[in-house]
């Protein structure tokens, strides 16, 4: 297990839906924010299909709101929805165009998404949102380098071929990233989520989040941290 890479200055998280980013990486971003990195954050949905009971057109204000908080409390200012609908993202030309557009518009060194694999493991489907998602970066990613691909895209930024990584959220990490002085802020992050959060269960949201915290950045075999978050790191 290596250590991930730090030597760049601006990154983008690309993710489906709010608290995504939350259950896993926010750890990680904290670490980079305090480095002084520029993160930034583009989510395809605004979540509105995840609270149930809870009408579309009111969670998704919310969730939108309770992302930027969470944004914040691990040193993220800019936080942009891309108006994708929420469980219906499919993986294809459209989606790939607008985060190709994304891509060049942001001009990151460092990408970083989800873990796009059918399973969070054994008997664990993950999400179609998920799986759309984190190809669709990958590919796009290409896409945003080439002039060719999408010609549409030629009124707005110049290709960018300046991305280095792509960081995957992975269930096979190659890389950890050290959060031992950063776990507490990603539990303050997640557990803005309290809407979204409190409509999962009856435990107090603050035990929910210190909960998945600990689970998700704990020791990682081979990497030498107390704790820590694991990514499959693709090349550019």
């Not at 080439?146 to 990490?173: C, H, K, Q, Y």
């Not at 050290?178 to 603050?206: F, G, I, K, N």
Request: net charge negative; aromatic share 8%.
């Amino acid at each position: 297990m290596e250590p991930f890479p730090e030597d760049w200055q601006r990154a983008i998280v690309v993710v489906a839906h709010p608290d995504d980013i939350e259950y896993g990486a926010a750890a990680a971003v904290a670490r980079w924010t305090d480095q002084g990195k520029d993160v930034r954050y583009v989510l395809a949905t605004s979540g509105e299909a995840g609270i149930a009971g809870l009408p579309p057109e009111e969670s998704g204000p919310v969730r939108e709101e309770e992302e930027r908080r969470s944004a914040a409390a691990v040193g993220v200012t800019e936080v942009e929805f891309l108006g994708f609908p929420d469980g219906r993202l499919t993986a294809g030309l459209e989606l790939r165009s607008v985060l190709a557009a994304v891509i060049r518009r942001h001009q990151p060194e460092l990408v970083v998404t989800m873990n796009f694999s059918n399973t969070w493991g054994p008997g664990y489907l993950n999400s179609a949102d998920h799986r759309a998602l984190g190809i669709s970066v990958l590919d796009a990613t290409s896409d945003a380098a080439n002039e060719w691909i999408f010609p549409e895209l030629s009124d707005g930024p110049e290709p960018w071929t300046g991305v280095r990584w792509v960081a995957v959220s992975s269930m096979t990490p190659t890389h950890g990233v050290d959060v031992s002085t950063t776990v507490a802020r990603a539990v303050d992050s997640l557990a803005e989520h309290s809407r979204y959060l409190a409509a999962l269960s009856d435990v107090p949201v603050r035990e929910q989040a210190q909960a998945q915290i600990d689970m998700v950045s704990g020791r990682i075999p081979g990497f030498a941290a107390d704790r820590a978050v694991g990514f499959e790191l693709y090349y550019f």
